[in-house]
């Protein structure tokens, strides 16, 4: 039966699956915090490890998830998660009632697993954001050059959504908590960018580089995770979506944001229009952020890590807002 917010699926049925559709035969498995799916690292009988994910159908569309898993194969030479074939030869598979074959419990996709950590708050040298950066904009290149002129999706977070998102959701706004925000305003500024950027392409881009997507491997290098809110936009908002979570993360330290767009730039050349957008993307981004998880807490829906980033992403909104756009591009984009 699927839950409110994840699929259920029991360690029995998850090895079963694993040995029927891949033929991996699972020692151990551990379930992982997960919001709205359920996702275990597993542990083969040969010692290898995977992640073995299985998507909410209720929140997520078929044909968007073989998207992303068309999208990951070509992106195999970065560090990124690369989807397991099935015996089949299939990417993901729908798992289904025991009791009614006509009741999905969810998509199954089993993932190589990239070692290494969660980046989260974990101080790091300039290097690294540069590095960062640079491999924010290499996946972005090779993105560009996938086909997905038919890609259609329509979620919460999709930048080209996030006007209309906003003014359904302004109301649970923390207005009182982050004085230094009006919600109109930030909607009025998101109209601005959509008009500013119409004469530019769009291309498939990640939408969601936070510091929980990033991976810290064991060499030091950074690997890029979830591209499960990947869509069509435009390609500044991966930059300034990757900056703002970055310098969150780094207590409002926006010198890590210059560092991920040296790195950036020194792969792809953004237009001064482009990067004169950066401040209003990452406020924009923010404001939808916190309103969208103010709402699940004031309706009892937030869990644990909702609630603390809400909380987190409200100070930060604060801060960055009383520095103002005039300090954030003196220091990101030394002007």
């Known amino acids: 039966m699927i839950s409110n917010y994840k699929p259920e699926i029991t360690q029995e049925r998850l090895k079963n699956d694993l040995q029927k559709l891949y033929n991996l035969n699972a020692a151990k498995s551990k379930e992982l915090q997960s919001y709205d799916d359920t996702m275990f690292v597993v542990t083969t009988e040969d010692d290898k490890k995977y992640i073995a994910k299985c998507y909410n159908p209720l929140l997520t569309d ?6 992303i898993m068309e999208t990951l194969v070509q992106l195999e030479k970065f560090n990124v998660p690369r989807p397991v074939p099935q015996i089949s030869g299939d990417l993901l598979s729908e798992i289904v009632d025991t009791n009614s074959s006509a009741k999905v419990l969810g998509y199954f996709v089993v993932y190589q697993y990239i070692s290494g950590k969660t980046l989260g708050s974990e101080k790091k040298d300039p290097q690294f954001w540069r590095k960062l950066g640079k491999m924010v904009a290499k996946i ?4 560009s050059e996938i086909k997905s002129e038919d890609f259609v999706r329509h979620h919460s977070w999709d930048p080209l959504e996030a006007i209309k ?4 959701v302004k109301e649970y706004f923390p207005g009182d908590k982050v004085t230094t925000v009006d919600v109109n305003s930030v909607i009025a500024t998101q109209k601005h960018i959509h008009n500013v950027l119409k004469e530019y392409p769009v291309q498939l881009i990640h939408s969601d580089v936070n510091e929980y997507n990033v991976i810290v491997g064991e060499g030091g290098e950074p690997g890029i995770i979830d591209f499960n809110d990947l869509t069509r936009s435009y390609r500044v908002f991966d930059l300034g979506h990757c900056v703002g979570y970055m310098v969150e993360a780094q207590d409002c330290d926006l010198y890590v944001g210059r560092y991920v767009v040296e790195g950036y730039s020194s792969v792809i050349e953004l237009s001064d229009t482009e990067l004169s957008l950066l401040y209003d993307i990452v406020v924009a981004r923010f404001t939808l952020s916190v309103s969208i998880g ?3 807490v004031q309706l009892g829906l937030a869990n644990e890590y909702v609630t603390k980033c809400v909380a ?3 100070r930060f909104l604060s ?3 009383t520095l103002g756009r005039e300090a954030f591009n003196k220091v990101i984009l030394g002007i």
């Open 319 to 321: 801060q960055l807002t």
């Open 312 to 314: 987190d992403n409200s």
């Open 140 to 143: 972005s290149e090779k993105m």
């Open 165 to 168: 998102t906003l003014d359904q």
């Open 62 to 67: 078929r044909h968007v998830l073989e998207k």
């Open 294 to 296: 103010n709402k699940d």
